[in-house]
């Protein structure tokens, strides 16, 4: 089974884009979370969809929101870049609708300049 | 609020010797309980889980205890290897629909398995 694939992998963008990230999760996988990763915050969690549903989300502005297709398949998207977005972002996929192991994808590094 | 904490920042271990990397939590809704291992620019790896229900887990040379009244747990790897060397995380849960999967994740602890 394929695992968790995220797109693009690398991106470069300047102050005040916006960007959109890809991720198709494993198979049959229903939940999709999405985290940043920067080195003094840590991983952090952004929101999680169910079925087309936003459950829950992190402490993140409103430049930062989200989809999820009917496929299951999700798109992360930041409006009005920042420097501070330079990050990693993860996404991960899991059966569980709640409690159960989540795996990640290989993330996309994110550099605003 | 840093609710999942790993206060050991590093840890550099032998080859063949245990690891031990230890992880508290202050959030007593959390119920589940996960650790990944991550390489450089890569997506963390899942290692194990435990659920609350429980107070030891074990999957190859990997277990995972907890202590629900420390609000405390460990990893133990034994025995380290080479390629155990990463930054490991420690990542809880609550339960419920409304908590989803959220996870909140530990600093993380960067372990050196020397030959």
């Known amino acids: 089974k394929a695992g968790v694939t995220q797109t693009p992998r690398y991106l470069i963008k300047t102050r005040g884009q916006q960007v959109t990230l890809s991720c198709s999760p494993i198979?049959?996988?229903?939940?999709v979370s999405w985290y940043q990763q920067t080195p003094g915050q840590g991983l952090q969690f952004l929101f999680e969809?169910?079925?087309?549903?936003?459950?829950n989300k992190g402490n993140f502005p409103g430049r930062f929101s989200g989809r999820q297709f009917s496929n299951s398949r999700s798109e992360m998207n930041v409006s009005t870049l920042e420097l501070g977005d330079s990050a990693l972002y993860l996404c991960?996929?899991?059966?569980?609708?709640?409690?159960?192991?989540?795996?990640f994808g290989p993330g996309t590094r994110l550099t605003v300049t | 609020d840093q609710q999942v904490k790993q206060n050991s920042p590093s840890l550099s271990v032998q080859e063949g010797r245990i690891s031990i990397l230890n992880c508290d939590y202050t959030?007593?809704?959390?119920?589940?309980f996960l650790w990944y291992k991550k390489y450089p620019a890569e997506g963390p790896t899942f290692l194990i889980s435990?659920?609350?229900?429980?107070d030891k887990n074990e999957d190859g040379r990997f277990t995972v205890f907890l202590n629900k009244s420390a609000k405390h747990l460990s990893l133990h790897i034994v025995p380290s290897q080479p390629g155990d060397s990463a930054v490991y995380f420690c990542?809880?849960?609550?339960?419920?629909?409304?908590?989803?999967?959220?996870?909140?994740f530990g600093g993380g602890t960067r372990v050196l398995v020397k030959p």
């Open positions: 991960a996929s899991s059966l569980a609708q709640v409690g159960g192991e989540q795996y």
């Open positions: 198979s049959g996988h229903r939940s």
């Open positions: 969809y169910f079925s087309e549903t936003q459950r």
């Open positions: 959030n007593s809704m959390f119920d589940y």
């Open positions: 435990i659920s609350s229900i429980k």
């Open positions: 990542a809880a849960s609550a339960p419920g629909k409304a908590a989803g999967n959220k996870l909140t």
